[in-house]
């Protein structure tokens, strides 16, 4: 059977500002001034951004994921696709999630089908596609307009599917993204494609649009606890309506997560690092405090009868997750899991038992966080976490998915901890 | 409130009515009608006294069905010239405010002998130099989780006035009210989001096609449109008239009603449509201009 795939996912952020930015700036998106930019410490950033995501193959995780921002001390990656490209050289076994290009935000589909045509080359065929629509601050960043956007977003992600499932020249008659001649080169080294994933935050019309292509469905929520499963149950009832079958690889969650020795020692190591990401990397995006550019009436991006919904249901000023102000708040939001492996393990377990998704994708660097923390986490949670969650995972999901195909019959999701 | 839903191609548009006579197309903004609240606001009521005041809602404002065809402001124009057509408004009278003086300066440029008078509230539109028009959207969206002082700072002189608030609640007011404010946003963001921001490069030229009177009407103080936007409609338009309030914001229609009131019914007052009479004279003076090339 197989076990619960674990990623490793790594955002990149700034980690050289200063103190004071809390109370000076009232995002760390979009507007976040790059005066702050400093150009000598970041010389290597990259570099030692790349080595930890490399680390992360050599400690035996399943594939390393990145993901696209824009303007923002969040996520220094405008193009991932460049870092996916680096990867393909330092890198032989794990898969490369891309979670994923924002299509709004490209000219031609074309380009997205050609660079992820050429990373599924590159890589021997470990591309996992993502596609994703590009949030609040991204609308801004580019000046996307929401309501047009989900329409041009499904008709990108069909046109670059022909591109790789058709042979060409074909033409194109969409009214967005209208083209004579569409006719890759080169073509994805996998078939009949690289596996795609699309991200969501719950709502029904996003599922729906995924369940009814085939495609998996990757969680985009930071926070964990009872509706992570109602996200599953949901999505494999749409699964079943379009004739699907839900299994627990049809699904991916974003975790995030510190290991170390014990637990105390896993609060003080971390500590600064969290906070920083907290209070600095989510601020304009998952804060009360200053301008929140994620959602609202500015980039409108859902439905009126959504933000009807939403309106009705959320609670006006309510903290977030970027609020917490110590553990205890922090831990509320099942969001960032800190502690002992053995913490770590039983937590993480019981999100599995419970949500049955088995995609795991978790952040281990956090803002500022030093890297040589980063990489002792990955590695107390690759030798004392995951041989555990691996073997109760496969048994589970034996278990309950029983239609699942053994271990080893796709030699592409084989994975080394699991065969040594 | 009368109110009538018109069907244009399946999709339905809402129509407000208010008082007798002379028809008054009156296309809103965001601190208005169909934007923020569902009722006539005083300065309508004072105009209902003179005229049959018509007010549309934009698609997907107010009961107006949203529509997946309007992606630029070009697509909003044709709406409306479809929406006089459905009103039967051959010869009309139109002010707007706002997003609603853009496309009525549109529609000015567009079928300039339909319009027998053209006003202009805060109108966005135009392109002026160095004098952006100030970004709704990024105002629209919460400070510290609720407030939304700088929505109402571009919206009015004085963001905290007891209308300003009323117009526009921060979070946890009135749920109405705030769902008014997103569907408006949706809306704005079709024509409005994508660059180019709110305006339209070849309108100032176009403008020059509008030869009957034109008031162009603005705060003094916008923080929306600049007055420099004010002065360049002035100038494009032909016979335009500017006036300017003092002390007065983006939305003189709602700080100042009763003056704003007074020089749209002086203004419009004024006109006696004689439309066969104006479009003779018109058709001798400018020789080959046919009457009616608009082949309705």
């Known amino acids: 059977m197989r076990p619960v795939q674990l990623f490793c996912w790594h955002f990149m952020a700034y980690p050289y500002l200063p103190d004071d930015f809390d109370e000076k700036y009232d995002t760390g998106w979009v507007t976040v001034p790059n005066s702050l930019w400093d150009r000598e410490k970041t010389d290597g950033l990259y ?17 390393l994921v990145l993901n696209e921002h824009h303007q923002n001390i969040y996520g220094l990656m405008p193009s991932p696709n460049i870092i996916a490209a680096a990867l393909t050289q330092r890198t032989s076994r794990a898969k490369i999630v891309v979670l994923g290009n924002l299509l709004p935000l490209h000219l031609n ?10 990373i599924d080359s590159m890589s021997g065929g470990r591309l ?10 991204e609308a801004f960043n580019y000046d996307i307009p929401q309501p047009q956007a989900r329409a041009r977003y499904w008709e990108a992600i069909d046109l670059i599917k022909r591109t790789w499932t058709e042979d060409g020249p074909f033409r194109h008659d969409g009214p967005h993204y209208p083209l004579r001649y569409v006719n890759i080169w080169p073509k994805p080294r996998q078939t009949p494609h690289p596996p795609i994933w699309i991200p969501g935050a719950l709502s029904i019309e996003t599922m729906d649009e995924v369940a009814s292509r085939g ?12 509706a992570t499963q109602r996200a599953a149950l949901r999505f494999a009832d749409i699964i079943k309506k379009y004739g699907g079958t839900f299994h627990p690889f049809r699904m991916g969650i974003l975790l995030s997560v510190y290991v170390s020795e014990t637990d105390e020692q896993a609060y003080e190591e971390s500590r600064e690092g969290v906070f920083y990401f907290l209070k600095n990397c989510l601020k304009g995006h998952l804060r009360k405090e200053g301008r929140t550019l994620t959602f609202g009436a500015g980039v409108p991006s859902t439905s009126v009868a959504s933000w009807e919904q939403y309106l009705k249901n959320s609670e006006p000023g309510a903290a977030m997750l970027g609020d917490a102000k110590d553990w205890k708040e922090l831990d509320e939001w099942g969001s960032i899991t800190v502690g002992s492996p053995k913490t770590v393990r039983d937590k993480l377990w019981s999100l599995i038992e419970q949500a049955q998704v088995g995609n795991l994708m978790i ?3 956090f803002g500022n966080m030093k890297p040589e923390l980063a990489r002792k986490s990955m590695r107390l949670f690759a030798e004392e976490v995951a041989p555990a969650l691996r073997r109760d995972s496969a048994a589970l999901f034996g278990r309950n998915f029983p239609q699942l195909e053994p271990a080893g019959s796709t030699p592409l999701l084989s994975n080394r901890s699991a065969a040594e | 409130m009368a109110q009538r839903t018109l069907n244009i191609r399946g999709r339905k548009v809402a129509v407000a009515e208010l008082g007798k006579g002379t028809p008054l197309l009156y296309l809103h903004g965001f601190a208005d009608i169909h934007g923020a609240t569902a009722d006539w606001l005083p300065f309508h009521r004072a105009l209902a006294e003179r005229f049959r005041v018509i007010a549309p809602a934009h698609p997907a404002c107010a009961g107006s069905d949203e529509d997946e065809d309007i992606e630029t402001i070009d ?27 853009w496309v009525a300066a549109e529609l000015a440029a567009r079928d300039p002998e339909r319009i027998t008078r053209l006003a202009l509230i805060g109108a966005s539109g135009l392109y002026v130099q160095d004098r952006p028009i100030g970004d709704l959207f990024w105002e629209a969206q919460p400070s510290n989780g609720t407030e939304f002082h700088g929505f109402r700072a571009l919206m009015f002189g004085d963001a905290e006035s007891a209308t300003a608030r009323a117009l526009f609640p921060d979070r946890g007011g009135d749920i109405a009210r705030e769902l008014m404010r997103y569907k408006s946003m949706r809306f704005a963001s079709r024509i409005g989001f994508a660059p180019p921001y709110f305006y339209n490069r070849k309108l100032r030229g176009r403008l020059a096609r509008f030869r009957n009177p034109a008031l162009v009407l603005w705060g003094a103080n916008d923080a929306l449109v600049p007055l420099d936007h004010a002065r360049a409609y002035a100038d494009a338009l032909p016979k335009a008239k500017l006036k300017t309030i003092a002390g007065i914001g983006h939305s003189p229609h709602v700080e100042a009603a009763d003056q704003t009131a007074k020089l749209l019914t002086g203004f419009f007052g004024g006109a006696k449509p004689k439309p066969r009479a104006r479009r003779k004279a018109r058709a001798r003076t400018r020789g080959s201009a046919s009457p009616s090339r608009r082949g309705r």
Do not use: N, T
């Open chain 1, 128 to 137: 996992i596609a993502g596609f994703a629509m590009g949030g609040g601050p």
């Open chain 1, 363 to 365: 952040q281990f660097h």
């Open chain 1, 109 to 118: 589909p074309l380009r997205v089908a050609e660079e992820y045509a050429m």
């Open chain 2, 75 to 101: 697509d909003l124009a044709f709406h409306y010239l479809e929406v006089m057509d459905a009103l039967k408004l051959d010869h009309v009278a139109v002010a707007g405010a706002c997003v609603g003086g």
């Open chain 1, 47 to 63: 570099q030692e951004y790349i080595d930890q995501l490399a680390y992360g193959e050599e400690l035996g995780f399943d594939g």
């Open chain 1, 215 to 226: 495609y998996d469905y990757f969680l985009s929520s930071r926070s964990h606890g009872s």
